[in-house]
C-alpha cells in the first residue's frame, strides 16, 4: 500500500513540475512580448518626434507653405501625446498608431521635397532680384545723371538765351528847352540821368521787344523813381525803378539808351545807374557830379 501511495505522489509531483514548467515557459513569453511591445511603441514615439523635429527644421519663403507645416506640426505633438498615452498592450491601438506614424512619415518626407523645391526657385528668383535691382541701380543712375545734363544744358541754354551788354556808359545830361543834350558834370546843371549800351548779338535771345528798367540810386542809396507804378520784379523781389523803355532785338548787336528827367536840383556826389530787363540785371555805370 505504501508503494503505490508513493507512486502515486511522485506522479502529482511530476504533474506539478510540468505544469510549473509550462506557467514559467508562458511568463517568459509573456515579458518578452511585453518587452517588444513597449520597445515597439517607445520605436513609434521616437519616430514621431524624429518626424516632427524633422518637420519643424523646414522654412521657406512661402507663407502658405509655413502655414501648413505649424498644422502639420500640430498634428505631430497630438499624435505623440497619443502614443504616449496608449497601452502598448493594445493592438488595436497600436496598429492605428503604426499606421498615422506611417503617413505622417511620407507627409514630411513630400513637405521636405516641396520645401527644397520652393527654396531652390526662391534662390532662383532671389538671384533675379538681386540682377535686376543691380540693372534697375544702373538705370536709375544714368537716367539720374542724364536728366542732370538736360537741366544743366537747359540752365546754360537759358544762360545763353539771356541779353548781355558789351558795353555801358553813363552820363549827366543838361537839357535845353529846344531839346539839346549837353553831357555835364555840375550837379546844379544836370537835369537828365542818361545810360547808353550796347546788347552783344545772341542768336538764342528771343527776337523783338525787351522791356529795359532803368534805375538811378542816389549818393544816398535812395532810388529816384518815377511817377505812377514803378515797380518791378528782380530775383523775386519788388523793387523801384526809375523808368522804363522798350529795346527792339534782333539778335544782332543793338545800341540803346535810357534816362530819366529830373524835375529838381541833384545833390552832389556818386550816382548809380543800373539796367534790369527779365528779371535780372543787365549792367551798372557810374556819374560823379560836382
Avoid: W
Amino acid at each position: 500500500m505504501s508503494g503505490k501511495t508513493s507512486n502515486t505522489a511522485k506522479a502529482i509531483i511530476g504533474i506539478l513540475l510540468l505544469v510549473v514548467a509550462v506557467l514559467a515557459y508562458q511568463l517568459y513569453n509573456t515579458k518578452t512580448e511585453v518587452q517588444v511591445i513597449t520597445s515597439d511603441k517607445e520605436l513609434l514615439i521616437s519616430q514621431l518626434e524624429d518626424a516632427k523635429a524633422d518637420l519643424m527644421a523646414q522654412t521657406t519663403q512661402n507663407d502658405s507653405l509655413n502655414s501648413y507645416i505649424l498644422d502639420e506640426t500640430a498634428r505631430l505633438n497630438d499624435l505623440i501625446a497619443k502614443a504616449k498615452s496608449t497601452n502598448a498592450s493594445n493592438s488595436r491601438a497600436m496598429a492605428e498608431l503604426r499606421s498615422q506614424v506611417a503617413t505622417l512619415r511620407k507627409t514630411v518626407d513630400r513637405l521636405r521635397g516641396q520645401v527644397d523645391s520652393v527654396n531652390r526657385a526662391y534662390g532662383v528668383l532671389n538671384t533675379e532680384k538681386v540682377s535686376l535691382e543691380g540693372e534697375f541701380s544702373k538705370e536709375r543712375t544714368k537716367n539720374e545723371e542724364l536728366t542732370q545734363t538736360n537741366d544743366r544744358l537747359s540752365k546754360d541754354r537759358a544762360e545763353g538765351a539771356r541779353l548781355k551788354l558789351s558795353g555801358i556808359e553813363g552820363m549827366g545830361m543838361v537839357v535845353k528847352k529846344s531839346g539839346e543834350e549837353k553831357e555835364s558834370t555840375a550837379a546844379g546843371k544836370v537835369n537828365r540821368l542818361k545810360v547808353c549800351f550796347t546788347v552783344g548779338a545772341n542768336a538764342l535771345a528771343k527776337k523783338g521787344n525787351h522791356t529795359v528798367y532803368f534805375r538811378v540810386n542816389t549818393p544816398e542809396n535812395r532810388v529816384l523813381a518815377g511817377s505812377g507804378d514803378n515797380t518791378f520784379t528782380v530775383d523775386g523781389k519788388e523793387q523801384l525803378f526809375s523808368s522804363k523803355s522798350e529795346l527792339s532785338f534782333n539778335g544782332d548787336a543793338t545800341q540803346a539808351c535810357a534816362s530819366m528827367d529830373v524835375k529838381s536840383t541833384l545833390a552832389k556826389g556818386a550816382y548809380t545807374l543800373e539796367l534790369f530787363s527779365e528779371g535780372r540785371k543787365l549792367g551798372e555805370a557810374k556819374v560823379v557830379l560836382n
